[in-house]
Protein backbone atom coordinates (compact mmCIF):
# COMPACT_ATOMS: atom_id res chain seq x y z
CA UNK A 1 0.00 0.00 0.00
CA UNK A 2 1.20 3.59 -0.84
CA UNK A 3 2.05 6.08 1.11
CA UNK A 4 -0.67 8.48 0.71
CA UNK A 5 -3.12 5.48 0.51
CA UNK A 6 -1.95 4.35 3.85
CA UNK A 7 -2.54 8.16 5.45
CA UNK A 8 -6.00 8.19 3.86
CA UNK A 9 -6.90 4.98 5.20
CA UNK A 10 -5.43 6.44 8.55
CA UNK A 11 -7.49 9.53 8.48
CA UNK A 12 -10.31 8.29 6.50
CA UNK A 13 -10.88 10.24 3.75
CA UNK A 14 -9.42 10.82 0.59
CA UNK A 15 -7.13 14.20 -0.13
CA UNK A 16 -7.02 15.54 -3.21
CA UNK A 17 -4.27 17.98 -2.88
CA UNK A 18 -2.35 15.09 -2.58
CA UNK A 19 -0.77 12.85 -4.74
CA UNK A 20 1.73 9.17 -4.95
CA UNK A 21 4.56 11.70 -4.82
CA UNK A 22 4.11 13.96 -2.04
CA UNK A 23 6.78 15.18 -0.39
CA UNK A 24 6.73 15.46 3.92
CA UNK A 25 8.21 18.04 6.04
CA UNK A 26 8.75 19.62 9.22
CA UNK A 27 9.69 22.89 8.20
CA UNK A 28 7.03 25.45 7.11
CA UNK A 29 9.48 26.98 4.94
CA UNK A 30 9.39 23.97 2.69
CA UNK A 31 5.77 23.71 2.29
CA UNK A 32 4.12 23.83 -1.60
CA UNK A 33 1.56 22.10 -3.40
CA UNK A 34 1.76 18.47 -2.86
CA UNK A 35 3.65 18.27 0.61
CA UNK A 36 2.32 16.95 3.63
CA UNK A 37 3.58 19.35 6.79
CA UNK A 38 3.63 17.77 10.13
CA UNK A 39 2.98 20.52 12.49
CA UNK A 40 4.99 20.32 15.54
CA UNK A 41 4.76 22.36 18.48
CA UNK A 42 5.14 25.90 17.46
CA UNK A 43 4.78 24.41 13.98
CA UNK A 44 1.00 24.94 14.73
CA UNK A 45 1.42 28.79 14.89
CA UNK A 46 2.67 27.90 11.01
CA UNK A 47 0.21 25.81 9.97
CA UNK A 48 -2.46 28.33 8.63
CA UNK A 49 0.54 29.60 6.30
CA UNK A 50 1.67 26.42 5.35
CA UNK A 51 -2.36 26.14 4.06
CA UNK A 52 -2.05 28.98 2.36
CA UNK A 53 0.94 27.59 0.26
CA UNK A 54 -0.72 24.83 -0.61
CA UNK A 55 0.11 22.40 1.78
CA UNK A 56 -1.92 19.04 3.61
CA UNK A 57 -1.54 20.30 7.27
CA UNK A 58 -1.58 17.96 10.26
CA UNK A 59 -2.00 20.09 13.26
CA UNK A 60 -2.53 19.24 16.95
CA UNK A 61 -3.31 22.61 18.59
CA UNK A 62 -7.42 22.93 19.18
CA UNK A 63 -9.03 25.91 17.35
CA UNK A 64 -7.42 26.44 13.78
CA UNK A 65 -9.23 27.14 11.30
CA UNK A 66 -7.71 24.68 8.83
CA UNK A 67 -9.23 23.36 5.93
CA UNK A 68 -7.12 21.27 4.20
CA UNK A 69 -5.47 19.62 6.80
CA UNK A 70 -6.20 17.09 9.97
CA UNK A 71 -6.47 17.65 13.72
CA UNK A 72 -4.80 14.98 15.97
CA UNK A 73 -4.11 15.07 19.71
CA UNK A 74 0.03 14.86 19.65
CA UNK A 75 1.45 15.33 15.73
CA UNK A 76 4.46 13.44 16.84
CA UNK A 77 2.51 10.32 17.72
CA UNK A 78 0.42 10.26 15.00
CA UNK A 79 3.66 11.14 12.70
CA UNK A 80 5.07 7.68 14.84
CA UNK A 81 1.94 5.70 14.08
CA UNK A 82 1.42 6.53 10.55
CA UNK A 83 5.25 5.84 9.63
CA UNK A 84 4.62 2.10 11.53
CA UNK A 85 1.33 1.80 9.32
CA UNK A 86 3.67 2.93 6.35
CA UNK A 87 6.46 0.59 7.16
CA UNK A 88 4.01 -2.42 7.34
CA UNK A 89 2.17 -2.18 4.39
CA UNK A 90 4.81 -0.70 2.10
CA UNK A 91 6.47 -4.41 2.98
CA UNK A 92 10.41 -2.66 2.98
CA UNK A 93 13.17 -4.85 4.30
CA UNK A 94 14.61 -2.71 6.96
CA UNK A 95 17.58 -2.31 8.34
CA UNK A 96 18.04 -1.15 11.99
CA UNK A 97 21.66 0.36 13.35
CA UNK A 98 22.65 1.11 16.82
CA UNK A 99 25.51 1.63 18.86
CA UNK A 100 27.48 3.82 20.51
CA UNK A 101 29.79 4.45 17.50
CA UNK A 102 30.05 3.91 13.88
CA UNK A 103 26.17 3.85 13.02
CA UNK A 104 26.54 6.77 10.14
CA UNK A 105 29.34 4.99 8.60
CA UNK A 106 27.89 1.61 8.98
CA UNK A 107 24.91 3.08 7.35
CA UNK A 108 26.81 4.51 4.69
CA UNK A 109 28.90 1.48 4.04
CA UNK A 110 25.74 0.00 3.01
CA UNK A 111 24.10 2.54 1.29
CA UNK A 112 27.16 2.30 -0.84
CA UNK A 113 27.29 -1.29 -1.60
CA UNK A 114 23.60 -1.88 -1.77
CA UNK A 115 23.17 1.24 -4.54
CA UNK A 116 26.43 -0.40 -6.03
CA UNK A 117 24.25 -3.65 -6.92
CA UNK A 118 21.36 -1.66 -8.15
CA UNK A 119 19.18 -2.17 -5.45
CA UNK A 120 16.40 1.18 -4.29
CA UNK A 121 17.83 2.52 -1.13
CA UNK A 122 16.80 5.48 1.28
CA UNK A 123 18.52 6.19 4.58
CA UNK A 124 18.77 8.30 7.61
CA UNK A 125 19.60 11.75 6.53
CA UNK A 126 21.90 13.50 9.22
CA UNK A 127 21.19 12.98 12.85
CA UNK A 128 17.53 11.77 12.04
CA UNK A 129 17.66 9.02 14.32
CA UNK A 130 15.39 10.09 17.66
CA UNK A 131 11.11 9.29 18.25
CA UNK A 132 11.11 12.59 15.91
CA UNK A 133 13.44 11.81 12.87
CA UNK A 134 13.23 7.78 12.92
CA UNK A 135 9.34 7.91 11.74
CA UNK A 136 10.30 10.99 9.57
CA UNK A 137 12.84 9.14 7.80
CA UNK A 138 10.53 6.22 7.07
CA UNK A 139 8.03 8.66 5.86
CA UNK A 140 10.37 10.65 3.62
CA UNK A 141 10.95 7.06 1.68
CA UNK A 142 9.75 6.73 -1.70
CA UNK A 143 6.95 3.80 -2.45
CA UNK A 144 9.06 2.28 -4.67
CA UNK A 145 12.13 1.90 -2.38
CA UNK A 146 13.34 -2.03 -1.31
CA UNK A 147 15.61 -0.88 1.73
CA UNK A 148 15.32 1.52 4.65
CA UNK A 149 18.50 1.98 6.57
CA UNK A 150 17.84 3.49 9.79
CA UNK A 151 19.88 4.73 12.21
CA UNK A 152 18.62 4.43 15.44
CA UNK A 153 20.04 7.26 18.51
CA UNK A 154 19.34 7.24 22.12
CA UNK A 155 20.36 9.06 25.18
CA UNK A 156 18.14 6.47 27.98
CA UNK A 157 16.32 3.42 28.55
CA UNK A 158 13.41 3.16 26.36
CA UNK A 159 13.90 5.25 23.65
CA UNK A 160 15.37 1.91 21.08
CA UNK A 161 12.61 0.17 22.40
CA UNK A 162 10.20 3.21 20.58
CA UNK A 163 11.87 3.05 17.98
CA UNK A 164 11.85 -0.42 17.29
CA UNK A 165 8.38 -0.86 17.72
CA UNK A 166 8.00 1.96 14.90
CA UNK A 167 10.32 0.37 12.46
CA UNK A 168 10.41 -3.55 12.86
CA UNK A 169 13.25 -3.96 11.24
CA UNK A 170 14.00 -7.06 9.30
CA UNK A 171 17.60 -7.08 10.37
CA UNK A 172 19.20 -5.11 12.70
CA UNK A 173 23.43 -4.18 13.07
CA UNK A 174 24.97 -3.04 16.79
CA UNK A 175 28.44 -1.64 16.43
CA UNK A 176 29.41 -1.50 19.90
CA UNK A 177 29.07 -0.47 23.24
CA UNK A 178 30.73 2.27 24.56
CA UNK A 179 31.17 5.22 26.86
CA UNK A 180 28.84 7.35 24.89
CA UNK A 181 25.66 8.72 26.77
CA UNK A 182 27.04 7.43 30.77
CA UNK A 183 26.29 11.09 31.76
CA UNK A 184 22.33 9.36 31.83
CA UNK A 185 23.08 6.19 31.79
CA UNK A 186 25.18 5.69 34.59
CA UNK A 187 26.58 2.36 33.60
CA UNK A 188 27.81 0.10 30.83
CA UNK A 189 25.19 -2.15 31.50
CA UNK A 190 22.95 -0.16 31.25
CA UNK A 191 24.50 1.17 27.97
CA UNK A 192 24.58 -2.59 26.79
CA UNK A 193 20.41 -2.63 28.45
CA UNK A 194 19.61 -0.08 26.05
CA UNK A 195 21.09 -0.48 22.95
CA UNK A 196 19.84 -4.35 22.78
CA UNK A 197 16.32 -2.68 23.15
CA UNK A 198 16.52 -3.34 19.12
CA UNK A 199 16.32 -7.29 19.42
CA UNK A 200 12.82 -7.95 20.64
CA UNK A 201 11.86 -6.25 17.50
CA UNK A 202 13.79 -7.62 15.25
CA UNK A 203 12.31 -10.34 13.16
CA UNK A 204 15.04 -11.95 11.49
CA UNK A 205 18.63 -11.37 12.76
CA UNK A 206 21.17 -9.16 14.56
CA UNK A 207 24.56 -8.88 13.75
CA UNK A 208 26.97 -7.59 16.46
CA UNK A 209 30.75 -7.36 16.96
CA UNK A 210 32.20 -10.11 18.01
CA UNK A 211 35.09 -8.50 20.00
CA UNK A 212 32.71 -6.20 22.18
CA UNK A 213 32.81 -7.42 25.80
CA UNK A 214 29.03 -6.84 26.05
CA UNK A 215 27.60 -7.73 22.73
CA UNK A 216 30.26 -11.28 22.78
CA UNK A 217 27.46 -12.29 25.20
CA UNK A 218 24.58 -12.18 23.06
CA UNK A 219 23.71 -16.08 22.21
CA UNK A 220 21.53 -15.54 18.97
CA UNK A 221 23.32 -12.85 17.18
CA UNK A 222 25.56 -13.31 14.41
CA UNK A 223 29.10 -12.65 16.22
CA UNK A 224 31.53 -10.82 13.49
CA UNK A 225 35.56 -10.75 13.66
CA UNK A 226 37.25 -8.18 12.02
CA UNK A 227 37.98 -9.33 8.15
CA UNK A 228 40.32 -8.55 6.00
CA UNK A 229 38.55 -7.05 2.79
CA UNK A 230 39.66 -4.38 0.55
CA UNK A 231 38.22 -0.98 1.02
CA UNK A 232 39.00 2.73 0.37
CA UNK A 233 37.84 3.39 3.81
CA UNK A 234 41.07 4.06 6.82
CA UNK A 235 41.60 2.40 9.85
CA UNK A 236 41.05 -0.52 12.14
CA UNK A 237 37.65 0.43 13.50
CA UNK A 238 36.15 1.02 10.01
CA UNK A 239 37.83 -2.59 9.01
CA UNK A 240 35.55 -3.98 11.81
CA UNK A 241 32.41 -1.61 10.17
CA UNK A 242 33.12 -3.05 6.69
CA UNK A 243 33.30 -6.71 8.61
CA UNK A 244 29.79 -6.35 9.97
CA UNK A 245 28.10 -5.38 6.66
CA UNK A 246 29.80 -7.86 4.71
CA UNK A 247 28.53 -10.57 7.60
CA UNK A 248 24.86 -8.91 7.22
CA UNK A 249 24.53 -9.09 3.48
CA UNK A 250 26.34 -12.40 2.92
CA UNK A 251 23.52 -13.48 5.79
CA UNK A 252 21.22 -11.99 3.21
CA UNK A 253 22.25 -13.73 -0.12
CA UNK A 254 24.38 -10.70 -1.85
CA UNK A 255 27.97 -12.13 -2.91
CA UNK A 256 30.75 -10.47 -5.07
CA UNK A 257 30.53 -7.05 -2.85
CA UNK A 258 32.92 -4.04 -3.65
CA UNK A 259 33.65 -2.02 -0.65
CA UNK A 260 36.37 0.18 -2.30
CA UNK A 261 34.10 3.04 -3.62
CA UNK A 262 32.78 3.82 -0.32
CA UNK A 263 30.82 7.14 0.25
CA UNK A 264 30.74 8.38 4.00
CA UNK A 265 29.06 11.24 5.45
CA UNK A 266 30.87 14.69 5.96
CA UNK A 267 32.96 14.68 9.12
CA UNK A 268 33.49 11.13 9.43
CA UNK A 269 37.77 10.87 9.07
CA UNK A 270 37.14 13.23 6.15
CA UNK A 271 40.21 14.42 4.33
CA UNK A 272 39.76 17.67 2.93
CA UNK A 273 42.83 19.62 0.82
CA UNK A 274 42.40 23.52 2.00
CA UNK A 275 45.65 25.81 3.64
CA UNK A 276 46.60 22.36 4.72
CA UNK A 277 45.64 18.12 4.69
CA UNK A 278 42.66 18.77 7.23
CA UNK A 279 41.42 14.91 8.24
CA UNK A 280 37.98 16.06 9.72
CA UNK A 281 36.58 13.39 11.86
CA UNK A 282 35.06 16.07 14.14
CA UNK A 283 31.23 14.62 13.64
CA UNK A 284 31.53 13.50 17.42
CA UNK A 285 33.82 11.73 19.91
CA UNK A 286 34.25 8.89 22.33
CA UNK A 287 36.76 7.62 24.24
CA UNK A 288 36.50 4.70 21.57
CA UNK A 289 36.15 6.60 18.62
CA UNK A 290 39.31 8.99 19.84
CA UNK A 291 41.22 6.23 20.07
CA UNK A 292 40.17 4.64 16.68
CA UNK A 293 41.39 7.79 15.15
CA UNK A 294 44.12 8.52 16.89
CA UNK A 295 45.61 5.00 15.39
CA UNK A 296 44.76 5.20 12.14
CA UNK A 297 46.08 8.70 12.17
CA UNK A 298 48.98 7.43 13.98
CA UNK A 299 49.43 4.88 10.58
CA UNK A 300 49.49 7.55 7.87
CA UNK A 301 50.80 10.38 6.43
CA UNK A 302 54.18 9.57 8.09
CA UNK A 303 56.53 11.72 5.41
CA UNK A 304 54.22 14.92 6.53
CA UNK A 305 53.92 17.06 9.40
CA UNK A 306 51.53 15.50 11.83
CA UNK A 307 48.60 17.80 14.11
CA UNK A 308 46.49 15.97 15.70
CA UNK A 309 43.30 18.76 17.49
CA UNK A 310 41.42 17.21 20.20
CA UNK A 311 38.16 18.80 21.48
CA UNK A 312 36.18 17.37 25.16
CA UNK A 313 34.46 14.23 24.90
CA UNK A 314 30.87 15.04 25.90
CA UNK A 315 28.36 13.23 27.93
CA UNK A 316 30.34 10.82 29.68
CA UNK A 317 29.18 11.27 32.90
CA UNK A 318 30.82 11.30 36.43
CA UNK A 319 34.03 10.00 34.98
CA UNK A 320 34.49 12.00 32.18
CA UNK A 321 37.79 13.79 34.17
CA UNK A 322 39.25 9.62 33.53
CA UNK A 323 38.41 9.25 30.25
CA UNK A 324 40.19 12.58 29.35
CA UNK A 325 43.02 11.50 31.06
CA UNK A 326 43.21 8.45 30.38
CA UNK A 327 43.67 9.05 26.29
CA UNK A 328 47.23 9.90 27.52
CA UNK A 329 48.02 6.78 26.92
CA UNK A 330 46.59 6.19 23.19
CA UNK A 331 48.59 9.27 23.17
CA UNK A 332 52.05 8.15 24.00
CA UNK A 333 52.15 5.24 20.80
CA UNK A 334 50.70 8.02 18.58
CA UNK A 335 53.05 9.54 16.01
CA UNK A 336 52.50 12.72 16.04
CA UNK A 337 54.51 16.37 16.22
CA UNK A 338 52.00 18.15 17.74
CA UNK A 339 49.20 18.04 19.89
CA UNK A 340 46.93 21.06 20.35
CA UNK A 341 43.66 20.92 22.95
CA UNK A 342 40.83 22.63 23.35
CA UNK A 343 38.26 22.47 26.01
CA UNK A 344 37.66 22.74 29.60
CA UNK A 345 37.84 18.71 30.33
CA UNK A 346 40.98 18.37 27.94
CA UNK A 347 42.46 20.22 30.41
CA UNK A 348 42.24 17.42 32.49
CA UNK A 349 44.62 15.34 29.21
CA UNK A 350 46.52 18.25 29.33
CA UNK A 351 48.08 18.23 32.96
CA UNK A 352 48.20 13.97 33.06
CA UNK A 353 50.24 14.91 29.87
CA UNK A 354 52.90 17.49 31.95
CA UNK A 355 53.13 14.56 34.93
CA UNK A 356 54.98 12.12 32.15
CA UNK A 357 58.12 12.53 30.71
CA UNK A 358 58.63 9.97 27.67
CA UNK A 359 55.92 12.60 25.44
CA UNK A 360 57.75 12.58 22.10
CA UNK A 361 55.30 15.86 21.05
CA UNK A 362 54.80 19.15 21.66
CA UNK A 363 51.63 19.86 23.10
CA UNK A 364 49.87 22.97 24.47
CA UNK A 365 46.03 23.52 25.67
CA UNK A 366 43.88 26.24 24.44
CA UNK A 367 40.72 28.18 25.26
CA UNK A 368 40.07 29.89 22.29
CA UNK A 369 39.64 28.11 19.12
CA UNK A 370 41.14 30.82 16.95
CA UNK A 371 44.24 30.88 18.46
CA UNK A 372 44.56 27.55 17.53
CA UNK A 373 44.63 28.14 13.70
CA UNK A 374 47.33 30.98 14.70
CA UNK A 375 49.37 28.57 16.35
CA UNK A 376 49.52 26.02 13.45
CA UNK A 377 50.49 28.73 10.91
CA UNK A 378 53.68 29.53 13.03
CA UNK A 379 54.47 26.01 13.08
CA UNK A 380 58.21 26.05 11.61
CA UNK A 381 58.73 22.88 9.47
CA UNK A 382 59.00 22.46 6.00
CA UNK A 383 56.57 19.10 5.45
CA UNK A 384 53.25 20.07 4.38
CA UNK A 385 50.79 20.14 7.71
CA UNK A 386 47.95 17.53 8.12
CA UNK A 387 45.64 17.97 10.83
CA UNK A 388 43.36 16.20 12.29
CA UNK A 389 40.33 17.39 14.21
CA UNK A 390 38.22 15.25 16.34
CA UNK A 391 35.92 16.40 19.43
CA UNK A 392 32.19 16.25 20.27
CA UNK A 393 29.63 17.53 17.72
CA UNK A 394 29.19 20.65 20.01
CA UNK A 395 32.40 21.43 19.94
CA UNK A 396 32.61 22.38 16.56
CA UNK A 397 36.49 21.39 15.29
CA UNK A 398 35.44 22.18 11.92
CA UNK A 399 36.02 25.52 12.32
CA UNK A 400 39.38 25.38 12.64
CA UNK A 401 40.06 23.87 8.61
CA UNK A 402 40.46 26.85 6.61
CA UNK A 403 39.11 25.58 3.17
CA UNK A 404 38.72 27.57 0.07
CA UNK A 405 34.97 27.06 -0.94
Known amino acids: MSKLSTLEEIIGKKIPTLNEEFKVTMNSKETSENTLFFAINKGNDYAKEAENLGAFVIFDKEGLDIENGYYVKDTVKFMQEYAKKYRENNGFIVIGIT ?11 LYSVLKEKGEKVYKTQGNYNNHIGLPFTIL ?3 DEDKYLLLEMGMSD ?3 IDLLGYIAKPDYSIITNI ?14 FKAKTEIIPHTKKKVVVSGNDKYLSTLEDAIKVEVKNIKTNLLGEHNLLNVSLVDSLLKYIGYTDLNYENISLTGGRFQIIKGKYIYINDAYNASPLSMKASL ?3 SKIYDENCKVAVLGDM ?10 HEDLCFVLKETKIDFLYLYGQRMKYLYNKLLELKE ?5 KHFDIKDEIKIEIDNITD ?14 KMEEIMEVNN
Open 99 to 109: GSNGKTTVKDI
Open 140 to 142: SAR
Open 157 to 159: LGE
Open 178 to 191: GQSHLEYLKTMENV
Open 295 to 297: ETF
Open 314 to 323: LELGNEENKY
Open 359 to 363: IKFKF
Open 382 to 395: DREKVILLKGSRSM
